[in-house]
């Protein structure tokens, strides 16, 4: 266990998701669904495979072989996660980058965190030992944080004309965004349950890599190829009937728009995308016996980089000073929340070896 190198992995895999969305603005002539598909197909299928088949030794037989309750509520949840991932696309479509993360990953950290150890009936557990306090209290923190993001969304919403806001974002629509952004985070907590149901899979990787001399930090790979299908379920089905629907599907071949331009850009998309849970993965095997906070610090890290995202895009603009103190406000305390969260399992993790010791 090393939980701040834990931190620093979610920190990069925050850094990743919360730029995944920025190749997606060179897309051009293109419908939302069919950019959103081709950058499923590198997200959630082609790199889940290419990186647990170089990285994790017999990954596809370990998949073959491990149980089928495992494998079956990994992706079962990870489809639940898919529909999270579906509308959370739309909710930044029509919300910005800053704004349309906070929102969307605010409900996405409350749900995603404190629910798993409460279903397995651990959180009393957990409030009774004194680092575990101090992993929720960096939850509290953490929703703090996300609440004063919050304030400056609406600020923000308060201050700028339908012009200005429509600048930044084409397709700017305040209350249908936040629906969507709403139902998104409680959906993308899906996640959380979908690498909680995988575990016998996790740590059937875990013995074939200690086995083969190498380090367990991949030992998710294999689970992730599992749920990030059960997500593309979802999205391709979706995305299809919207091919259908808007009679877009010809763009995927249409001579008239910049095809391999798109094609690259979407495939970027995608890997940057699926980096932040290969990194997420990494993250929670340094976490110990508290790896349910690595959901908190997942979306927490992808707040923090898409704010400043919206920041460096100029999404802020025209806005006053007292909603840029909301947001360096919010950085600040969201930054805090991760330290909180990182120090609660150094303490459990020292305590684990003082115990072995």
């Known amino acids: 266990m090393n939980p701040f190198l834990g931190?620093?992995?979610?920190?990069?895999?925050?850094?990743?998701?919360g730029s995944f969305y920025l190749?997606?603005?060179?897309?051009?002539?293109?419908s939302w669904e069919t950019y959103w598909l081709v950058n499923g197909v590198f997200s959630w299928i082609l790199a889940p495979l290419v990186m647990a088949s170089l990285l994790v030794p017999d990954a596809l037989d370990i998949l073959r072989h491990a149980d089928s309750g495992a494998l079956g509520w990994a992706y079962f949840?990870?489809?639940?996660?898919?529909?999270?991932?579906?509308?959370?696309g739309l909710s930044v479509r029509y919300l910005g980058i800053a704004l349309g993360y906070?929102?969307?990953?605010?409900?996405?950290?409350?749900?995603?965190?404190?629910?798993?150890?409460?279903?397995?009936?651990?959180?009393?557990?957990?409030?009774?030992?004194?680092?575990?306090?101090?992993?929720?209290l960096g939850v509290a923190v953490c929703l703090g944080g996300i609440f004063a993001s919050g304030l400056a969304g609406k600020s923000k919403e308060g201050e700028l004309s339908a012009e200005?806001?429509?600048?930044h974002v084409a397709e700017f629509n305040f209350l249908k965004g936040v629906m969507?952004?709403?139902?998104?985070?409680?959906?993308?907590?899906?996640?959380?349950?979908?690498?909680?149901?995988?575990?016998p899979i996790a740590a059937a990787a875990k013995a074939s890599l200690l086995a083969h001399g190498r380090s367990d930090v991949w030992q998710n790979l294999p689970l992730l190829i599992v749920i990030l299908l059960g997500g593309f379920t979802t999205n391709f089905f979706w995305c299809v009937i919207l091919n259908v629907k808007n009679r877009s599907a010809r763009e995927y071949l249409d001579a008239a728009t910049p095809l391999p331009l798109n094609y690259i850009l979407s495939a970027l998309a995608g890997v940057t995308w699926y980096l932040q849970f290969?990194?997420?993965?990494?993250?929670?095997?340094?976490?110990?016996?508290?790896?349910f906070s690595s959901w908190t610090l997942h979306m927490v890290s992808i707040i923090i980089f898409s704010t400043l995202w919206g920041v460096v895009l100029k999404e802020w603009r025209g806005t006053s000073k007292k909603t840029?103190?909301?947001?360096?406000?919010?950085?600040?305390?969201?930054?805090?929340?991760?330290?909180?969260i990182g120090y609660g399992n150094f303490l459990k993790a020292r305590a684990s070896r003082d115990r072995v010791n």
Do not use: N
């Not at 190749?23 to 293109?30: L, S």
């Not at 409460?118 to 959180?123: I, N, P, T, V």
């Open 77 to 88: 949840w990870g489809a639940m996660w898919g529909i999270g991932g579906l509308t959370f």
């Open 7 to 17: 931190v620093v992995y979610h920190w990069i895999g925050g850094l990743a998701a």
């Open 278 to 291: 290969f990194f997420y993965g990494m993250g929670t095997t340094k976490m110990g016996k508290y790896d």
């Open 102 to 136: 906070g929102i969307a990953l605010g409900f996405c950290a409350a749900f995603g965190t404190l629910i798993p150890p409460a279903y397995f009936g651990e959180l009393g557990r957990i409030a009774g030992e004194t680092s575990g306090r101090f992993v929720l």
């Open 180 to 199: 969507v952004a709403a139902f998104a985070g409680v959906m993308s907590a899906c996640m959380s349950f979908a690498f909680a149901a995988g575990k």
């Open 324 to 340: 840029h103190a909301l947001i360096a406000v919010g950085l600040a305390v969201l930054i805090l929340s991760t330290l909180i």
């Open 164 to 167: 200005q806001k429509k600048a």
């Open 23 to 30: 190749p997606f603005r060179g897309v051009k002539k293109w």
